[in-house]
C-alpha cells in the first residue's frame, strides 16, 4: 500500500493564526487554489481508496484534489483534527501557560477543557493507521487529513519521541507519503511545503 497523506486546503481561521481544531470552517479562495494545484501534481496516480476527515475542510480538499464526490469518500472519524477544547477559537499567539507549550513543548500540553491531549490524538491516529496496514497491498489511497493529526502520524511511524512532533514541514495542502510494503510504515517522500501564514492548522 502506497498512502498519500495530505493536509488540507487553507481556511480563514488558518490566515488568522486561529486554533481551529474541529471548527469546521470551509477553505478559503487561495485553500481551493492549493487543492487544484495539488491535483496537477497527482493527476497521474488513480487513487483506489479515499479517507477523509469528517470536517468540511477535508472534505472539500479531497473533491478538488480527485475530482470526485465526497459519496464516494471514507468519511473516517480518527483522522480528525485535534480537538482545543474551550481554547478552540483561540489567536495561536493568544495561548497561554501551560497551553502553549502545544508548539514549543509538546510534551508538556494538557488536554483543554473539552479537548485532547496530544497522546490521546497520536493514541486515535495510530489506531486508523494500524487498522489499514496489510490491507491494501499494491494499492494507492489518498488520506487527507490537518495539521497536528498528520504530524501524529509521521513522528510515531518514524519512531521519534514527542519532543519531535512538529520536526516536519506541513503546509497546506502539503503530502506526506508512506509505505507498508514492507511490512512495516515507512516514510517514502516527506512533506517540505511551508505555510504561506506559518500556522500549523
Not at 506526506?176 to 500549523?200: L, N
Request: hydrophobic share 30%; net charge neutral; charged share 30%.
Amino acid at each position: 500500500m502506497y498512502l498519500y497523506i495530505m493536509r488540507h486546503g487553507e481556511t480563514e481561521d488558518n490566515t488568522k493564526r486561529i486554533l481551529q481544531g474541529q471548527k469546521n470552517n470551509p477553505l478559503n479562495n487561495q485553500g481551493k487554489k492549493q487543492a487544484l494545484e495539488a491535483r496537477e501534481q497527482l493527476k497521474d496516480i488513480v487513487f483506489d481508496k479515499i479517507y477523509v476527515s469528517p470536517l468540511i475542510r477535508a472534505i472539500e480538499t479531497a473533491e478538488l484534489v480527485t475530482g470526485r464526490k465526497k459519496e464516494e469518500f471514507i468519511v473516517e472519524n480518527r483522522i480528525i483534527e485535534i480537538g482545543f477544547g474551550a481554547l478552540e477559537g483561540t489567536p495561536s499567539d493568544k495561548m497561554e501557560p501551560p497551553y502553549n507549550n502545544f508548539f514549543k513543548a509538546p510534551t508538556c500540553y494538557p488536554a483543554p477543557e473539552g479537548g485532547e491531549s496530544l497522546e490521546e490524538l497520536s493514541r486515535r491516529t495510530w489506531s486508523f493507521l494500524e487498522e489499514i496496514k496489510g490491507k491494501f497491498n499494491g494499492k494507492k489511497i489518498l488520506v487527507v487529513s490537518h495539521g497536528a493529526a498528520i504530524h501524529s502520524m509521521v513522528y510515531q511511524i518514524k519512531k521519534q519521541s514527542m519532543e519531535q512532533f512538529w520536526d516536519m514541514k506541513l503546509g497546506n495542502c502539503g503530502i506526506v507519503e508512506i509505505s507498508d510494503e514492507s511490512g512495516e510504515y515507512e516514510i517514502i517522500k516527506e512533506c517540505q511545503k511551508r505555510d504561506t501564514h506559518y500556522t500549523r492548522f
